[in-house]
């Protein structure tokens, strides 16, 4: 139980105590591609998540882990959002990585696009407030077949894409959010191909993923 200073008003006790709650969680939403053409890649989408966690605790970072599933919507597929025991985001890691590992791939579209947008704009909306302790790993082969401009109301904190070479190319627009809660209208998505990590992982490349979200992380933690 917490210990209230009875000489502070509750409502700001209540404000710092939620803005600490936020300061020591870190929310990831994995978007995975669901559709038929990962089924080449999907090991390594797997792999890559077990590296990722790993190196986040070694930078003392433990996340709060989000599951979206990618789907053709246009084709009649609604984007899938998993749920852990009825709470979007969970701590437990090994369940996170079962649920993972279960995702059936199926579907997809016939011109190579498939609803990257949609799925992006679901996965915002799983977040309460603003987007500072909110990032957002994307694993897909396909090009957006929505406008991203329905997210763009949505702000986020990091994104980091695993891609084809190909779906590097694409054009994705987001509102990234400084430390202090401003604007960075010179932030970009982060791109790593999947030829990178269908090898084993260097710490390098482990590194250049786990450290930005670190730093998100730390930047809005009290006393950092």
């Not at 390594?44 to 996340?63: C, D, G, N, T």
């Not at 709060?64 to 984007?79: Q, S």
């Not at 603003?130 to 986020?156: Q, T, V």
């Not at 891609?163 to 010179?186: Q, Y």
Request: glycine fraction near 6%; hydrophobic fraction near 40%.
């Amino acid at each position: 139980m917490e210990l209230w200073n009875p000489e502070i008003p509750v409502d700001l006790q209540e404000t710092f105590m939620e803005e600490k709650k936020k300061a020591f969680t870190l929310y990831i939403d994995c978007i995975v591609d669901g559709t038929a053409s990962m089924y080449t890649v999907y090991p390594a989408v797997y792999f890559a998540m077990v590296h990722i966690i790993e190196a986040l605790s070694r930078y003392e970072v433990y996340p709060r882990l989000g599951l979206t599933i990618l789907r053709d919507e246009k084709g009649g597929e609604e984007t899938e959002i998993i749920s852990f025991d009825d709470e979007l985001f969970t701590e437990d890691t090994v369940l996170f990585l079962k649920k993972l590992r279960n995702v059936s791939l199926f579907g997809g579209g016939q011109d190579g696009k498939e609803s990257v947008h949609r799925a992006i704009r679901k996965s915002l909306e799983k977040w309460e407030g603003d987007g500072r302790n909110h990032a957002i790993l994307l694993f897909s082969d396909a090009y957006g077949s929505n406008d991203y401009e329905e997210y763009m109301d949505k702000p986020i904190g990091q994104a980091i894409f695993f891609t084809t070479e190909e779906m590097s190319e694409e054009d994705f627009h987001f509102a990234f959010l400084r430390a202090d809660g401003r604007i960075d209208e010179e932030a970009s998505p982060m791109y790593i191909r999947f030829s990178r990590i269908l090898k084993p992982m260097s710490s390098t490349l482990v590194e250049n993923i786990a450290k930005p979200l670190k730093d998100l992380m730390k930047g809005v933690s009290i006393g950092a």
